[in-house]
Nanobody, 116 residues
């Protein structure tokens, strides 16, 4: 079964840091673009960061300079290092990968709560 499992969320004070992990299983994701989304209460899910199979990255303007996406293909794992966290970063964070034209794989999500 192909799946993505997030971990590393939690409660942190504003200005603090968290490092999220997304462990993939069931297939190698080394040739797939992977990304992080987040969804805050009452808001639509939004793209936070994306990393290509070759390691090229792109970020939402709201997290540029604070978040870093990375991947370790040998471990089939993606990461999101989040620094200088703000209350507006509070959300459920999901990892995602589109493995075919019609198949999207989503993780179950991990809650990040930033207290001000």
């Amino acid at each position: 079964q192909v799946q993505l499992v997030e971990s590393g969320g939690g409660l942190v004070q504003a200005g603090g840091s968290l490092n999220l992990s997304c462990a993939a299983s069931g297939k190698s994701f080394s040739r797939n673009t992977m990304d992080w989304y987040r969804q805050a209460p009452g808001k639509q899910r939004e793209l936070v960061a994306i990393i290509s199979s070759r390691g090229s990255t792109n970020y939402a303007d709201s997290v540029k300079g604070r978040f870093t996406i990375s991947r370790d293909n040998a471990k089939n794992t993606m990461y999101l290092q989040m620094n200088s966290l703000k209350s507006e970063d509070t959300a459920v964070y999901y990892c995602h990968s589109r493995i075919s034209l019609i198949t999207d794989i989503w993780g179950q999500g991990t809650q990040v709560t930033v207290s001000s």
